[in-house]
């Protein structure tokens, strides 16, 4: 017999969850291997070093991605704090969180990168990772794992680049700086 326990989320949950379609949590991948923490553990770094090498390999030109709408502050949608710098950021700063491939095991900690939309482009700060791996928890907010192409950010991004906010995702390109 299933058990089933529905949480009250806010409303920045309903936007973010759309990284993931409909919002349910769900694996946005597979990671073989055998039952056993320590095996898990192991195909775990083996996928984010394969997405790494991937995200490396594209890096250098612009990269196709979904951009989505998230808060960095305190209290808000986006959960704790920061993983490169453990600290909350303002909705005005212009800063994002990479899947878990492109933001290479704290790799891209504090490195800018180029997103461009609409033929506007503007400059972010990498400051946290978008876990694609892991979801449906506290530490991630009860959020659903983020597909492998999402570059997740601030308020602050979407307002520069001119996007509508209320849409909550829209179709980019980003590139190292």
């Not at 973010?16 to 055998?34: E, H, I, T, W």
């Not at 083996?46 to 490396?56: F, L």
């Not at 998230?70 to 700063?93: I, L, Q, R, T, V």
């Not at 491939?101 to 704290?106: A, C, H, L, V, Y």
Request: hydrophobic share 35%.
């Amino acid at each position: 017999m299933a058990l089933f326990l529905l949480v009250a989320l806010p409303t920045s949950h309903a936007v973010s969850s759309l990284r993931s379609g409909l919002g349910a949590c769900r694996a946005s991948g597979f990671l073989p291997g055998k039952s056993g923490n320590s095996m898990i553990r192991t195909d775990v770094r083996t996928e984010r070093n394969i997405h790494s090498i991937i995200a490396r390999r594209r890096s250098t030109a612009a990269t196709k991605a979904v951009l989505t709408l998230n808060s960095f502050e305190k209290g808000k949608g986006g959960g704790g704090p920061s993983e490169c710098d453990k600290a909350y950021h303002s909705n005005k700063e212009m800063v994002v969180a990479l899947s878990t491939g492109w933001f290479e095991n704290m790799g891209r900690c504090g490195h800018r990168i180029k997103i461009t939309a609409n033929d506007k482009s503007v400059y972010a700060k990498v400051v946290d990772e978008c876990d694609s791996v892991y979801g449906c928890d506290v530490e991630h907010n009860y959020e659903p794992p983020c597909d492998n192409n999402i570059v997740d950010a601030s308020p602050a991004v979407w307002n520069a680049l001119g996007l509508d906010q209320n849409i909550g995702m829209e179709g980019i390109t980003w590139s190292d700086e």
